[in-house]
Structures are given as C-alpha cells and as structure tokens.
C-alpha cells in the first residue's frame, strides 16, 4: 500500500488544519487506519486510530477533544481535523494503515505502509 499525507502548514495557537491521507494498492475499507506524530527529538507517539469497520476510533489524552478521525472509503482516504491547535503539537505528522486486514490496534506496532509524512508546526 501506498500512502500520501497532506495538509500539514504552518498555523498560529488555536487555528486549525485536516491532514488527509490518500491510500491506493489495496482494498482500504479492509484496514484500520492510524495518525502519529514525532517532534523534533521525540520519540513517535500514535495520535489516533480508526477501525475498519464501525468507525471505532482512540485517541491520545493529549487530543482527546481537540482532534477528530474519520475516513471517506469511497475515496481512500482517510483524514485528522486539528482544532485548537497547540504548540505542542507541532511535528511531523504521519499516516499508516494496519498491516493486517480485519483488525484493529491503538498500538502504532500493528501499523506499517508509513506515508511520507507532513509538517505540522504551530506557532504561539
């Protein structure tokens, strides 16, 4: 699988951003679907996770209410809306599609197909 990020930019503290992600070479809906970030000097840390079904999603306590997962399988993507956007939030961010079909995990172990990644940076 293929996977192309978008949207990332630079922003000011509170505006906001989607970041989408565009998968191609192979049947999307079957797999869940993942964002992660990584700082400068940070260690990667998964921000949120979709299934492939249902729309189960999780999030890290530290966008809980501020980011919102979703996927549009008749297109392929899948995309993060950013709202309130925090310093802290500034890093690069990546896609990543569950390397088993029919699963789902919050664990960024059970994602593979990593996109190129875009550049998320806030300013303060």
């Known amino acids: 699988v293929q996977l192309q990020a978008s949207g990332g930019g630079l922003v000011q503290a509170g505006d906001s951003l989607t970041l989408s992600c565009v998968a191609s070479g192979r049947t999307f809906s079957r797999y869940s679907m993942g964002w992660f970030r990584q700082a400068p000097g940070k260690e990667r840390q998964v921000v949120a996770t979709?299934?492939?079904?249902?729309?189960?999603?999780a999030y890290a306590d530290s966008v809980k209410g501020r980011f919102t997962i979703f996927r549009g399988n008749a297109k392929n993507t899948v995309y993060l809306q950013m709202n309130s956007l925090k310093p802290e939030d500034t890093a690069v961010y990546y896609c990543?599609?569950?390397?088993?079909?029919?699963?789902?995990?919050?664990?960024?172990?059970?994602?593979?197909?990593w996109g190129q990644g875009t550049l998320v940076t806030v300013s303060s």
């Open positions: 990543a599609s569950s390397l088993a079909a029919w699963t789902y995990s919050q664990s960024d172990a059970d994602f593979g197909s």
């Open positions: 979709i299934s492939w079904s249902f729309g189960t999603t």
